[in-house]
């Protein structure tokens, strides 16, 4: 491996800061990194399976209320092979509203954000102009990328960690906050994290608490450490147990059983010479506070996405791998019950990193663009402007039909309640551009529109529906 090989997941996905000649530097208010995840991917969240009680009153307060956890029975994977149809035919009742919350980003000046955007989706409004709107939101109490980002039980929003510099080792911070979109501020938590953390994974877990996962220390180095984030108390506290593997950029999968599986990232640094990934995964079991590991996966990945499917299993799709360090085509399937990892029967139609993955009703699971390669001179990475749908049923691939708005990478992404996808930021072009715009996925035409442009570029942050 040279260091050419390395440059479209180094340079390329580190599109705002190091460029192409440096050695590699994704979420939706994730994820870290992420997908991170479940439905609602991007760089640090997890969309979590239960709530904790407690919600937001219209003053904003929180008030105690029984709250159940939102049903586990997962969509089917049939319906039509047209596009990916198969919505509820219901839909979103007609007038109601929905919220998208997205926050951070950086630009190639050097500039971190703390803006906040909220986009609203209007259903069932005759004025196509006036059924998807952005507003500003407020501010985070810090600017920041690659940070963890969860929803609480009571409706707001964990903020933790992250990073404000740009180099291959990301330095982490240790600040964490809470933002009220009620009354669209934010609070500082009591505590501060117990270690600093950047391209860390934050998931909801089925007691309420939120798991935080590896990332890099304040002095840039991957942690092989976890904590738990609990709201009742408003503290942090370390996990009994600690992964096997340090991890940065890795991605976290809340499983149907509450435990929660990590895969990939890096466990030092990458060089001109290895991408020194984790070749291990684990899973997290809230009961015992601890890491077991699985089997091998087949190879080790970064800036992967990995996806709970309806049967429980997790597709684990493309990423930058250890056999396949310009970015990877080919994806596999973990099983929970059998602890262990296998190949799809097909690779995915384009190689892609950075790219972002979300469950649709029908099933079946969305990957948008990301980066695919890189020129022959190896001075520059190519960056798809496809998207492409994944059958669990059939266990295969196929490209979409329309081609997407812009092509993305480290962008976020947000199932909406009429089954269509927002997707928000990342980096475009050939990796010198971070983009402000926004596009729609209907999974009826199979095809993207433009919607609004945000108030800022973003890329590496998380983004959540909040009117889940």
């Not at 997908?35 to 904003?60: F, K, R, T, V, Y």
């Not at 593997?245 to 895969?263: E, K, N, P, S």
């Amino acid at each position: 491996m040279n260091k050419g090989q390395l440059q479209p997941i180094v340079g390329g996905f580190m599109w705002w800061a190091t460029g192409l000649a440096s050695a590699m530097g994704l979420l939706v208010l994730g994820g870290g990194c992420s997908d991170s995840s479940a439905s609602n991917s991007g760089p640090g969240s997890d969309a979590g399976a239960a709530e904790a009680a407690g919600q937001l009153d219209a003053s904003g307060e929180v008030v105690d209320s029984s709250t159940e956890a939102p049903p586990t029975d997962a969509p089917t994977s049939d319906g039509p092979t047209s596009g990916d149809a198969g919505l509820d035919a219901a839909g979103p009742d007609a007038g109601s509203k929905e919220e998208v919350f997205i926050a951070g980003g950086y630009d190639l000046m050097g500039h971190y954000s703390a803006d906040i955007d909220v986009f609203t989706v209007a259903h069932g409004v005759a004025d196509a102009s006036a059924e998807l709107t952005l507003a500003p939101g407020g501010q985070l109490l810090q600017a920041r990328i690659e940070y963890g980002a969860a929803v609480l039980g009571d409706g707001r929003i964990l903020v933790a960690g992250g990073s404000i510099t740009h180099e291959t080792n990301d330095s982490g911070l240790s600040v964490a906050e809470i933002y009220n979109p009620v009354l669209g501020t934010s609070v500082a938590t009591t505590h501060a994290m117990t270690v600093a953390r950047a391209g860390l994974t934050a998931t909801l877990l089925g007691n309420g608490k939120v798991l935080l996962v590896g990332g890099n220390d304040a002095n840039g180095n991957p942690l092989a450490s976890a904590e738990l984030y609990d709201p009742a108390s408003d503290t942090f506290t370390a996990t009994q147990g600690t992964m096997s593997c340090a991890r940065f950029a890795h991605d976290a999968t809340l499983l149907a059983d509450g435990r929660v599986l990590i895969t990939g990232g890096w466990s030092s640094p990458p060089t001109a010479t290895s991408l020194n990934l984790c070749t291990s995964a684990e899973v997290y079991n809230p009961a015992l506070d601890a890491f077991v590991q699985t089997a091998a996966p087949t190879t080790g990945r970064v800036y992967h996405t990995a996806t709970l499917l309806p049967s429980g299993k997790v597709l684990v799709a493309g990423g930058a791998t250890s056999t396949a360090p310009t970015n990877s085509g080919t994806a596999e399937i973990f099983d929970p019950g059998a602890m262990s990892f296998v190949l799809t029967s097909v690779p995915m139609t384009t190689a892609r990193a950075g790219q972002a993955a979300t469950l649709l009703e029908s099933g079946k699971v969305l990957l948008t663009s990301g980066i695919s390669g890189e020129n022959d001179a190896g001075t520059a990475a190519i960056f798809a402007q496809t998207a492409e749908i994944y059958d669990p049923v059939a266990d295969s691939f196929k490209l979409c039909a329309g081609t997407m708005v812009q092509t993305r990478a480290g962008q976020a992404q947000v199932l909406l309640h009429d089954g269509r996808v927002l997707v928000m930021g990342g980096g475009t072009g050939d990796g010198t551009v971070i983009s402000d715009t926004s596009e729609i996925y209907d999974p009826l035409s199979d095809s993207f529109v433009a919607s609004p442009t945000m108030s800022t570029t973003r890329g590496l942050v998380p983004a959540f529906d909040l009117t889940l």
